[in-house]
Nanobody, 125 residues
Framework: QVQLVESGGGLVQAGGSLRLSCAASGRTFSNYAMGWFRQAPGKEREFVARISRSGGSLYYADSVKGRFTISRNIAKSTVMLYLQMNNLKPEDAAVYYC????????????????WGQGTQVTVSS
């Protein structure tokens, strides 16, 4: 059974930090590119960051570059994906989703095959 389970969201003041985690299991997710996306109320889901299948390439949306860091840890049957978020701004508030892309190479929402249920991030000003 494929599972992507996010955790780590919450309420934080502007300028603060959060670390999101995603536990991915049920497939050989070490062979997948993985990414973080977010969706604010009334807005479309948007790309935040991704890590290539090899783990050697990282990509970020311009809006989070220099503040967010994506990383991955591969265990036996579970891949852990992380998003370290620093210097959070009110505009970062959204539901954050992790996702997996078997084909690699894209920041498009439609390219990602598996999705988690999301974790809420709220940033107070």
């Amino acid at each position: 059974q494929v599972q992507l389970v996010e955790s780590g969201g919450g309420l934080v003041q502007a300028g603060g930090s959060l670390r999101l985690s995603c536990a991915a299991s049920g497939r050989t997710f070490s062979n997948y590119a993985m990414g973080w996306f977010r969706q604010a109320p009334g807005k479309e889901r948007e790309f935040v960051a991704r890590i290539s299948r090899s783990g050697g390439s990282l990509y970020y949306a311009d809006s989070v570059k220099g503040r967010f860091t994506i990383s991955r840890n591969i265990a036996k049957s579970t891949v852990m994906l992380y998003l370290q978020m620093n210097n959070l701004k009110p505009e970062d508030a959204a539901v954050y989703y992790c996702a997996a892309d078997r084909l690699d190479g894209s920041s498009a929402v439609t390219a990602y095959e598996y999705w988690g249920q999301g974790t809420q991030v709220t940033v107070s000003s």
